[in-house]
């Protein structure tokens, strides 16, 4: 019929008939995306990427967090689980990029405009995105949402309206929405120091694995071997399996052995180590990577998070209160920096 409909030619239509009869035909299509094909694998995050796949299609996830420090690699992840999932949405997966806007009323006409929806002057853009997104099955990935974090209501909205869609968020800020469903992304496995296994296994930890990749790709000898691999090792820990940390410092094998880039590494060549051009200028140092997120914090945090800087390894409550006499409430301040994916808390017996 449809061949009839489209009045081929007998040449043509044979090879219509062909094409749709081979099994080239089941796989010739797919949903739309704008996703990009990213530069380098993804090194040591399968297991991360199985369970964010398999949560964001669970039938009771509608919003799905993806929250952790600077550099830990929430955006690569998001991308990684956005392409094993396209053919999970008939009308595509899209990424929105947030990261140049700090207005949360700019959310709603930046969806708009990476889908390719013209300005209407007939409905507000909101309204506009609705309209299109309610009847579609589609994920959003919404990239960087912590300095538009008061577009949260926004978000519930729109699911609300638009009972197929679902939403991807990577940010360092949780949302704090009834929807909402948090995935605490993970720095790379790190070895044990005390008890390092031989280097060609120690080379599939992912840590190692990345500092690997990314030091070969700037020095094609370097290799994990008996010689560095205690120094590696000890630097991924410095790093706390960050992949951001890790890449930047990897680079430096271009210059440094592993054992000079550990003796080396504190002060400018930890924070400005910089060799990288294809990414944001806020991810070309960890002091930027840093400083982006304390440029959101509210003035009493910022205060609250340069005196934490004192401590080396680790505090408890009761030090944190005691250099902040001044009647500040440390436990509330301390709270918000760990939901803000500043500050980590541990167990350790007790306390």
Known sequence: ????????????????????????????FHSPTNLLMPPTPLIGRDRDVAAIRARLLRGDTRLLTLVGPPGIGKTRLSLAVASEVRDCF????????????????????TIATTLGLKESERQLPFDQLVGYL????????????????D????????????????????????????????????????????????????????????????????????????????????????????????????????????????????????????????IETRQKTLFNAIDWSYNLLPCDEQTLFARLSVFAGGWTLEAAEAICDDGCDAASGLASLVNKSLIVRQANGPE
């Open 90 to 109: 008939d009308d595509g997966v899209f990424f929105v990029a947030l990261a140049p806007i700090t207005d949360p009323d700019l959310v709603a006409p």
């Open 1 to 28: 019929l449809l061949a009839d409909a489209l009045a081929l030619t007998p040449a043509k239509r044979s090879a219509f008939v062909d094409f749709a009869r081979s099994d080239r035909a089941a796989f010739a």
């Open 151 to 278: 577009a949260a209501s926004i978000v519930v909205k729109s699911l609300g309206a638009c009972p197929l869609l679902k939403l991807l968020v990577t940010s360092r800020v949780v949302l704090r929405v009834r929807a909402e469903r948090q995935f605490p992304v993970p720095p790379l496995a790190l070895p044990d120091l005390n008890r390092l296994p031989p280097a060609e296994v120690l080379a599939r930890t992912p840590a190692i694995a990345l500092f690997a990749d990314r030091a070969e790709a700037v020095n094609p000898d370097f290799a994990i071997t008996d010689d560095n691999a205690a120094s590696v090792a000890a630097i991924c820990h410095r790093l706390d399996g960050l992949p951001l940390a890790i890449e930047l410092i990897a680079a430096r094998t271009a210059i440094l052995s592993p054992h000079e880039l550990l003796d080396q590494l504190h002060g400018n060549l930890l924070l400005r180590s910089n060799g990288l051009r294809d």
């Open 134 to 149: 309610c009847d579609k099955a589609m994920l959003l990935v919404l990239d960087n949402f912590e300095q538009v974090i």
